[in-house]
């Protein structure tokens, strides 16, 4: 029983991450691109800050139950589905949470950045690569559950 109260608590953690880079890399990622500097710099900056807040409780909690899970019950779902995720923060931390604090910062202050294009675009690059991984995340946690 605890064990599929783990599971289930990380996919439905990992699926409000998937969902919200699902619309970033569908939606969101294209908008920008039609956007004004300044708009990218409003919207995103004060969406990234709002986002960095809240975000990572369904992050680490998916881990964290991905991880109770495999010590408990070793599976390779589950285990893949925990390197998955752990390549998930890693590409956040490394590319994206630094754009995020520029961009909040720049939007706290009411100042647009010469390069938040450039800030964009690299933010952009790994989005794909991100909804990619959770979905894959998603889909092996639910193995794990049919296991």
């Not at 953690?13 to 004004?36: E, H, N, P, R, W």
Request: glycine share 4%.
């Amino acid at each position: 029983m605890l064990s599929q109260i783990l599971l289930i608590i990380a996919i439905m953690a990992a699926g409000v991450v998937y969902g919200t880079d699902m619309f970033y890399a569908l939606i969101v990622q294209k908008a920008a691109a039609l956007s004004k500097d300044s708009s990218i710099v409003d919207l995103t900056g004060h969406t990234h800050l709002i986002a960095d807040q809240r975000m990572p409780v369904f992050g680490i909690s998916s881990i964290v139950c991905s991880l109770v899970y495999t010590v408990l019950n070793f599976n390779g779902y589950t285990l893949a589905a925990l390197v998955l995720l752990l390549v998930h923060l890693f590409l956040y931390m490394r590319i994206a949470k630094p754009v995020n604090t520029i961009l909040s910062a720049a939007a706290k202050k009411g100042l647009v950045p010469e390069n938040v294009r450039a800030l964009q675009k690299r933010w952009d690059s790994i989005i794909g690569y991100r909804a990619a991984l959770l979905t894959a995340v998603i889909l092996l946690l639910l193995l794990a559950l049919k296991a």
